[in-house]
């Protein structure tokens, strides 16, 4: 899966048609993906009648091809192919991007767009044991390693299997602060904490 982050309202081509060069989706500013699915990007810009295509580093670099790793295709779409972890290159897979639009009424240039690969690998999640006083507050944290911290979201806490629900226990008042700290009052005896998590990089 592919997620694409946005800011702003989309521009149409009906919005600017004057100009005969036209942003499709200026509002793109970032794209992750998965190293073993790749990603097809096309141009936000586009023109009538036809525009020449062409995308840039950030720097102002061209684009060019290199085999089974990154290819701008004639339609203007900029495909980066699924990779293996000793293939990672920072240059392709981890840079700023932008895509320009050329014809008899000029040239535009889109904004620069981040994208980046990252690698889906096993992880594990886990709450630090804690120690308090009877009677006491209690804080968990849910430790994510670093690599993943970006993309994963804590959904949901458990004890002994029974999922937390903020202010509905008897004996106990959790508060989930955040998504990666919960607070116990009035601590009263050993509990087992489980936590649930879900990586955004693979459900958009």
Request: charged content about 20%; aromatic content about 10%.
């Amino acid at each position: 899966m592919v997620c694409f982050s946005e800011l702003g309202p989309k521009v149409h081509s009906e919005d600017v048609v004057s100009t005969r060069l036209y942003f499709v989706n200026a509002s793109l500013q970032r794209v992750t993906f998965s190293s073993s699915v790749g990603v097809s990007l096309p141009c936000p810009a586009g023109g009538a009648p036809h525009a020449v295509l062409r995308w840039y580093l950030a720097t102002g670099d061209d684009i060019y091809d290199v085999p089974h790793i990154r290819h701008v295709h004639a339609n203007g779409t900029l495909q980066l192919y699924p990779f293996s972890p000793s293939a990672f290159n920072s240059f392709i897979h981890d840079n700023d991007y932008f895509c320009t639009a050329e014809n008899q009424a000029g040239k535009i240039r889109s904004p620069s767009i981040r994208v980046k690969a990252v690698f889906r690998e096993p992880y594990t999640v886990r709450v630090a044991d804690q120690r308090s006083m009877r009677g006491n507050v209690a804080v968990f944290k849910c430790l994510i390693p670093s690599a993943v911290q970006e993309y994963v979201s804590v959904v949901s806490w458990e004890k002994d299997t029974v999922s937390i629900v903020p202010g509905k226990s008897e004996r106990h008042a959790p508060a989930i602060c955040g998504n990666q700290q919960l607070d116990i009052y009035d601590m009263i005896d050993r509990m087992i904490w489980n936590i649930f998590n879900l990586s955004k990089m693979f459900v958009v």
